[in-house]
């Protein structure tokens, strides 16, 4: 009886873990179109300001508060660090270096999750979580190595990039703690808003882009907006406060396998055998960093103390 709630709490968390990997994979595409006509800047201004928009409506219906005072330095760090910064610089670093390169790098921020947050929150480091990152990474390795061109790549491009990585992770682990405080949909609707700020001095660009930009690449922005932003930062929230830092992270592995699919679909891309390889390898490793050993699986659906007490 009591491992029901347990494990429903687990598929939710499992379930809004993989909106998240499929809508972040489908903004790439989205990314690589609204990019073309889009400068960095007023990409991710204008991507914020949809998903503060939409988020703040969501709030307004369901009557959400301010978050408490305790949540705010978490919301403050993850919002100028992973929506703000890392918006602006990853998308800056796409137009230096080639997709490959580009995901390779960025792929990167996992580890640094793991570590960061073996560091600070004290996650636990177990052997299949280390195991799969390894394979995830490898797999992640060849996918940006298949799909690398020649002279695609700048130093530039590979700092924004790496830049980005880092940004990444110290807003997940930021964001962590404030989940403790606020619910799910405050951490990201504040975030948001902290990252559309700091991308304000941006607005000018926004403007002039706008202007000139064709409806798909506008369209494109609102999409990343609404889906990419609001929708899937909010779902990662929710299974991130459910979870460890360190294994959310290890589920973004799945996205490079992601992309490669919906390039294929959706831009006529079609991948070689050494990127399906790779594709292959960033999700097996993933399955392997979320599975639990059977004895960690009967010690999650044991009754804790607290839960014997209320049922008594």
Same mark, same amino acid.
């Given at each position: 009886m009591n491992a029901s709630p347990a494990r429903r709490t687990d598929l939710l968390a499992t379930g809004a873990a993989t909106v998240t990997v499929v809508l972040w994979a489908s903004a790439f595409v989205s990314i690589r =179109?609204?990019?073309?006509?889009? &400068?960095?800047?007023?990409?991710? $201004?204008g991507r914020l300001l949809v998903g503060a928009v939409v988020l703040g409506l969501i709030c307004l219906v369901r009557r959400e508060g301010l978050p408490p005072r305790a949540a705010?330095?978490?919301?403050?760090?993850?919002?100028l660090l992973w929506f703000g910064f890392y918006s602006v610089v990853l998308n800056w670093g796409e137009q230096q270096v080639d997709a490959g390169t580009a995901a390779l790098v960025v792929n990167i921020g996992p580890i640094l999750i793991a570590l960061l947050g073996a560091r600070l929150l004290g996650d636990p480091m177990p052997p299949r979580l280390l195991?799969?990152?390894?394979? &995830?990474?490898?797999?992640?390795?060849?996918?940006? $190595? &298949?799909?690398?061109?020649e002279g695609g790549s700048s130093v530039l491009g590979v700092v924004l990039c790496l830049l980005a990585a880092v940004g990444y992770a110290g807003g997940v682990v930021a964001q962590k703690p404030a989940l403790g405080h606020a619910s799910?949909?405050?951490?990201?609707?504040?975030?948001?808003?902290?990252? *559309?700020?700091?991308?304000?001095?941006?607005?000018?660009? $926004?403007?002039?882009?706008? *202007?000139?930009? &064709?409806?798909? *690449?506008?369209?494109?922005?609102v999409y990343l907006g609404v889906f990419s932003l609001a929708l899937a930062f909010t779902t990662w929230a929710y299974a991130l406060a459910r979870t460890t830092a360190s294994r959310m992270g290890a589920t973004t592995y799945a996205v490079p396998a992601l992309v490669v699919l919906m390039s294929w679909l959706a831009l006529g891309e079609v991948p070689g055998l050494l990127t399906l390889a790779g594709g292959a $390898?960033?999700?097996?490793?993933?399955?392997?960093?979320?599975?639990?050993?059977?004895?960690?699986?009967?010690?999650?659906? *044991?009754?804790?103390?607290?839960?014997?007490?209320? =049922?008594a």
């Open positions: =179109s609204a990019g073309a006509e889009y &400068s960095p800047g007023a990409l991710a $201004l705010w330095p978490g919301i403050a760090i993850s919002g195991a799969g990152m390894a394979v &995830s990474f490898a797999g992640a390795v060849t996918v940006g $190595l &298949s799909m690398s061109g799910p949909l405050q951490v990201t609707t504040y975030g948001c808003l902290v990252g *559309a700020v700091l991308c304000l001095p941006f607005g000018g660009q $926004l403007i002039d882009d706008a *202007a000139d930009a &064709s409806l798909s *690449a506008t369209l494109n922005l $390898l960033c999700l097996a490793g993933v399955a392997v960093s979320r599975s639990r050993t059977r004895s960690a699986r009967v010690v999650a659906a *044991a009754p804790q103390p607290e839960q014997t007490r209320e =049922s």
